[in-house]
């Protein structure tokens, strides 16, 4: 089917008309050297970055489907929850023992997976302050039969379905927090999250950055959905998770192949200060945006199968040790 796509992307001119001057990935800082805080480009306010336009165009072509207006309406519901004030008496407590409670809160609430981090300023864009000095990640899984459909409605509404579920976890997560005397704000996922959610989500032993731009893990391959929550409560950070995806995406070409603008590069570049797998923004965005949100690079990736990451991280180890 993205072999198809492929052949076929034309961008809508109505769209392009609405790209501004600058490039994104100059905005991203592609080939900078200097390490610097990232800029807003897409999903905040749309006044902070010059691509506000097209961030509204999106919304304007997305299908009037009952799936997706379920998954909005439920979405809805979820963003409007309030969530209780900090209590007034502080609980003190290890940080390991912190760190046992918010995972068992975190997973009883619906996460599959809950790391911890230390709060590092670079991770912050711009525009904001630097929020508390924890983060607490959340990772949600997408469902595979769902998402292999990328770009077609069931899998748009599955990324619905899913920043729905980061949002009940993240403000269940943060109401906890409040109830144990601490500060804590949830960032769900989308819209609006003040700071990058790859680079923690690695930090905190998620897994590794593919190919295709997204944290690939060891459970769950490329269907990882992130949210998190950032506070002062003094938690276990934990440790990366490396079990040789950079090694596997140098060799695999799923994704490259499978990306029907091109966006994806089969080797590392500069960005920031950082070598690192980069997405090229122009490319990326005109058919991520008429195609619902898009998603092939993640649904061709060979870690989404289920059964697979467990068979590959095998066949690594046994690679690396005959090295
Ligand atoms: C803007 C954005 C987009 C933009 C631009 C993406 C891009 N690559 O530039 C658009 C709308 C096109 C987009 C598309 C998609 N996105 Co998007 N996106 C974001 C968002 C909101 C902000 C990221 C950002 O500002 N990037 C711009 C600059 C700063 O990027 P960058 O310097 O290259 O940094 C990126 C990485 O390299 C990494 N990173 C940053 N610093 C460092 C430092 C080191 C050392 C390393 C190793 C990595 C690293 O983090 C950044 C994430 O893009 C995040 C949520 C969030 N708050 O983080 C989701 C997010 C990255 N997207 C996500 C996904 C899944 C997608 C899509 C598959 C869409 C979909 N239907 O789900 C596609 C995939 C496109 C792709 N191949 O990247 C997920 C990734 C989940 C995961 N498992 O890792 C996130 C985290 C959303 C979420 N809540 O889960 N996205």
Redesign the pocket.
């Known amino acids: 089917m993205s072999r198809k796509l492929k052949a076929k992307f034309i961008p809508n001119p109505e769209q392009m008309a609405l790209m501004p001057d600058i490039s ?1 990935n100059v ?4 080939g900078e050297e200097k390490a610097r805080r ?7 306010t749309p006044e902070l970055t010059p691509f506000g336009p097209l961030m509204e165009w ?1 919304y304007s072509q997305i299908p009037d489907d009952e799936r997706m207006n379920a998954a909005q309406r439920d979405r809805a519901k979820t963003l409007a929850v309030k969530i209780s004030p900090v209590a007034q008496k502080k609980i003190n407590k290890s940080p390991e023992e912190w760190a046992r409670l918010v995972k068992e809160v975190g997973l009883k609430n619906g996460a599959n997976i809950i790391g911890i981090a230390r709060m590092r300023p ?2 912050v ?1 711009e525009t904001y302050d630097v929020p508390h000095k924890t983060v607490i990640m959340v ?1 949600v899984a ?1 469902d595979f039969e769902e998402l292999r459909t ?2 077609e409605i069931p ?2 509404v599955e ?1 619905i379905r ?2 729905d579920r ?1 949002h009940r976890v993240s403000k269940a997560l943060a109401t906890w927090i409040h109830q144990q005397g601490w500060a804590a704000l949830p ?5 609006n ?7 923690p ?2 930090e905190c032993g ?5 190919k ?6 060891r459970d769950y391959g ?6 998190c929550v950032v506070t002062d409560m003094p938690i276990k950070i934990d440790r990366p998770d490396a079990f040789g995806v950079d090694d596997f995406c140098l060799n695999c070409r799923a ?1 490259e192949n499978g ?1 029907p603008p091109n ?2 590069a089969p080797v590392k570049q500069l ?2 200060g ?8 122009d490319k ?2 005109p058919f ?2 008429e195609n ?7 649904a061709v990736c060979p870690w989404s199968h289920p059964g697979v990451p467990q068979n590959l991280i095998r066949k690594l180890a046994k690679k690396s040790s005959v090295k």
């Open positions: 994104g905005i991203n800082g592609l990232p800029s807003p480009i897409y999903w905040q999106f670079e991770w864009i990772a997408m990328a770009p899998a748009a990324v899913q920043y980061g960032y769900g996922g989308s819209g999250v003040p700071m990058l959610l790859i680079p989500a690695l998620f897994g590794e950055l593919g295709h731009g997204s944290v690939i893990n490329s269907t990882l959905r992130l949210a994704c990306c966006a994806l960005v920031r950082a070598r690192k797998w980069y997405v090229d923004f990326c965005l991520f945006n619902m949100g898009c998603a092939i690079c993640l």
